[in-house]
């Protein structure tokens, strides 16, 4: 019945894709797909050919040009490259794979229930064709079940069989039940569920039916014009990404008004949703267009660090310059080959006002330019905008921010966004991200810090009493300070996640800092902020410098480096670099990180301060970027009377009357889910002894559900200050959970290890393994630590490889475990043998590698079977989760000629060695 189901929803869909022209054609298997492939492409070329089919030689050579390849290297060459063909009469042909221009000028066909046999044979649901390549991947799930399970059968199809041949040019795929939808691109690495995205319409409406899907996503002129204009080749991750709807809008909105007129816009996506590759895109598509001589993209020079440099450059290697000569700048801009120059907004005003730049900058006074502004609402774009403007005489402007300056928070002179750049383009709000899943929300809780008999709420009175000495009360430090130790391992989740802690002032940062010092703690605390040269000092004990002196000899102390006040910028690299890596776990500040930083590892805000408007928001936002489960919402935890500060900053961001999208519930409604939760657990399976009595598939499928979702809410119920894991409060004690926990796990393990050639129902099942982990140190972390050891010196690489190797006798996660021994050991005999220019990454894999092959032999020698056998037995598993049992007890009666007990052991030791060999080297 299930079958009839899906198998009608394929048919429906295939159905609609002829009627909007893709001519349906059968392909049985690989064969019949090359076949296919020829024929198409030769009809695409045909005019070229001179109506000249490929001879059998030719279309030999064609594939040699086209297969073997990477996903990237694919989607390089289908882009980027033409195929020279010399034909067999020679007379040299461009052959065209994929018209990039004239997107409908494409063939288009669709095809279903390709067989293609791998380490596993699969059938592929439905597949899209642009001149017979294999183009767009469409998976289908019967409605009513999870189409996550879809998305997982392509991870394993990409293990047993899709990336071989022609199938590395699928470009998308597409999963859907028939009620919900999503696509993402293709990649040589794992592919991430939260790099899927649904499809909706220009203002941000969801399309999730898989017919109205079709008919707007993949209508066939523009999934062609996607694939050539809105996917992106990372050069620095050497990965293909495909872009958002509301990035796609917003380009084609702003690239028609460039056409199109001659007048200003700009675009409001919130903060966390892409803006850097939306605008760089938009940059990209204008610089290439003849009647536009340059497009500038400006930054604000504070936001020009490693972080915006790298995005930069995954789009357009070597794109930026980082230096702060004006020179550089003004070269080129003379510089013909570079239509897309990325600078400073300060460089741009200097090479316009600077005498020894006037008359090379007068030879571009009059041509069509085209400027791009990053957080356009910043004050300092305004105050440079008169002077570019008035150089510039045939400029275009184009503005990109997730805070717009309105009425309500205009800038001091009075300026809102639209006096610069007129029309709002497109919007993509943080109801809309937060509804798609591109950015979380927040979980604020106000914590009440002045005792006494008055109304906090009452703003009137909290107004009053809000000065300085109560602020800055050494009482009031103390009561916070406190609280935010007491409370830090369960916002983070046991440091996992990293915290930002914003204050006031720079008096109010080193009297936090001093504070923290003086108490007992594990945290490693760092702070950071600008000092003035000449600033006034009067009263104070010591001068900010001095302060922050302190703080970097500290931060040297326990980080074992060397920064100063004099190498403040190597500082604040430094800093950012382990803020994201949640090497710092508190981070104070007042004003620096707030803006523009990206961290998926910042999950806190700690705030002491006022804060309204675009400068709530964009603080606030720090936190609130996707990186798993374990990261549900940004944290923000209030020491100031904020409440309606922060209602009335969501609602103008949000364009609505309400915050019930952005914020997130209360400790009480997280209660109450769990308990509902718990109560369909325990009418499953009312102890965990009652899970080993579970018999059907489908049985366990409702217990890993149900338990996966249990598993969530505690995930949030642990970052809110009021929650201790009590029996009396949760309906189970923290025991009988951990029981559960232990159960699910063995359910995990047996799907790992026992699936054999039965397709099982919990194969696709998402189980959530990272819910059940709370430990920071594991493998990935342990790489990160290896990548940065410090080559400059034999002292530093030495102290660096001892941290690590401390780290790894107190580690216990479960993956970390069976890799000690090898990490060990590439520590202690291979990094001493490195140095600064040494790949890191490489020599592991090499080292690991070797490693493999001597594991191998070793065993082999000892079973008494031949190394290629298990290493083959290896392979399987590793690509398809199969121990073929049949095959092993052949090979060992075959060879070893051993009676049944005791081949039977050496079996089992052979499906041990390949079961634990597997699970240590991946």
Partial sequence: MSYQREAELESNLVKQLESQGFNKVRINDEEELKNNFRNELYLHNKAKLNGDPFTDKEFERILRDVEGKSVFQSAKFLRDDKIILEREDGNKVYIELFDTQNWCKN????????????????????????????????????????????????????KESINKGLYKYLQIFVVSNGVDTKYFANSDKDILFSHTFFWSDENNKRISNLKDFAETFLDKCFISKVIARYMITNETDKTLMVMRPYQIYAVEALVNRAFETSNNGYIWHTTGSGKTLTSFKASQILSGDSNIKKVFFLVDRKDLDSQTLSEFNKFEPDSVDITDKTSTLVNQIKDISKPLIVTTIQKMANAIKSEQYTKIMEEYKDDRVVFIIDECHRSQFGDMHKAINKHFNNAQYFGFTGTPRFFENRSQEGRVTADLFEKCLHTYLIKDAINDGNVLGFSVEYIRTFKGDFDENDDTKVAAIDTEEVIMSDERIDLVANHIIKNHHAKTRNKEYTAIFTVQSIPMLVKYYDKFKSLDHDLKIAGIFSYGANEESEGRDEHSRDSLERMISDYNEMFESNYSTDTFSGYFADVSKKVKSAKIDILLVVNMFLTGFDSKTLNTLYVDKNLKYHDLVQAYSRTNRVEKVTKPYGNIVCYRHLKKNTDDALKLFSQTETTDVVLMENYEYYLDRWHTELKKLRALVPTPNDVDSLQSEDDKKKFILVFRELSKILVKLETFVDFEFEKEELGISHQEYQDFKSKYFTIYEMVKKEQGDKVSVLLDIDFGIELMHSDKINVGYIMELIKDIDFSSEEKRDRDIKNILAKLDRADNMDLRLKVDLLKEFLERVVPTLNIDSDVDFEYSKFEAHRRVQEINYFAEEIGLSSDFISESVAEYEYCGIINREEISAEVKDKLKTKFIAGKRKVEAIEKFVYNHTAKYN
């Fill in 107 to 158: 063939r288009f066909q669709v095809t279903t229930q390709t067989t293609v046999v791998g380490r596993r044979v699969n059938r592929y649901d439905v597949t899209l064709l642009i001149n017979g390549l294999p183009m767009v991947q469409i998976e289908l799930k019967r409605r009513g079940l999870d189409f996550k399970e879809a998305f997982n059968q392509i991870k394993r199809y990409k």
